[in-house]
């Protein structure tokens, strides 16, 4: 079993930074395919990033590209989404994700990819 564990959310501003992290402890023997997702009550759960096993490849939403950056901790299977020039729209409950059996990176975008989730972690910007 694999426990994923966010942290770092809270309040900012518009025009303001946030960084949260993702932790992955457990039965794990390899680094996972690991994303971000965020939503929003009432509205469906919407991709923000994910980042490949090698941490080479990185796919974003249209809606933060240029904006966020996901990156890999030198620790495994750490990862942070890094979140610059925030908007209202961003607030939102952010879920780390991840995925044992990475496969083609125009599949990472769908939750339905990812059998591990953490609990989430509030993210608020004020206008």
């Known amino acids: 079993q694999v426990q994923l564990a966010e942290s770092g959310g809270g309040l900012v501003q518009a025009g303001g930074s946030l960084r949260v992290s993702c932790v992955a402890s457990g039965r794990i023997f390899s680094n996972l395919l690991m994303g971000w997702f965020r939503q929003v009550p009432g509205k469906e759960r919407e991709f923000v990033a994910a980042i490949s096993r090698s941490g080479y490849i990185i796919r974003y939403a249209d809606s933060v590209k240029g904006r966020f950056t996901m990156r890999r901790g030198s620790v495994q299977n750490t990862v942070f989404l890094q979140m610059d020039d925030l908007k209202p729209e961003d607030t939102a409950v952010y879920y780390c994700?991840?995925?044992?059996?990475?496969?083609?990176?125009?599949?990472?975008?769908?939750?339905?990819?990812?059998?591990?989730w953490g609990q989430g972690t509030q993210v608020t910007v004020s206008s």
């Open positions: 994700a991840a995925e044992s059996d990475a496969g083609d990176s125009d599949l990472w975008r769908s939750g339905n990819l990812y059998a591990y």
